[in-house]
């Protein structure tokens, strides 16, 4: 738990959690969900749209998909 926990770079209080969550997902939705994060993070760094649409757009996308 420690080691994963300093991989992560989390508290290893969550890693019992975050580990039984992640097993509800494919590892092509996993991978899938972090790609749309990293974008969204791009895009709230680097675009003029409010910032409460980008997020908006992100949530809806990793629900619906």
């Given at each position: 738990?420690?080691?994963?926990?300093?991989?992560?770079?989390?508290?290893?209080?969550?890693?019992?959690n975050y580990l039984s969550?992640?097993?509800?997902?494919?590892g092509t939705e996993l991978?899938?969900?972090?790609?749309?994060?990293?974008?969204?993070?791009?895009?709230?760094?680097?675009?003029?749209?409010?910032?409460?649409?980008?997020?908006?757009?992100?949530?809806?996308?990793?629900?619906?998909?």
């Amino acid at each position: 738990r420690m080691s994963m926990a300093r991989l992560l770079g989390v508290n290893p209080f969550f890693v019992d959690n975050y580990l039984s969550q992640a097993r509800l997902f494919s590892g092509t939705e996993l991978k899938s969900g972090f790609k749309k994060l990293y974008t969204t993070d791009k895009l709230l760094k680097s675009s003029r749209l409010p910032k409460i649409t980008i997020l908006e757009r992100c949530v809806r996308e990793l629900i619906t998909n």
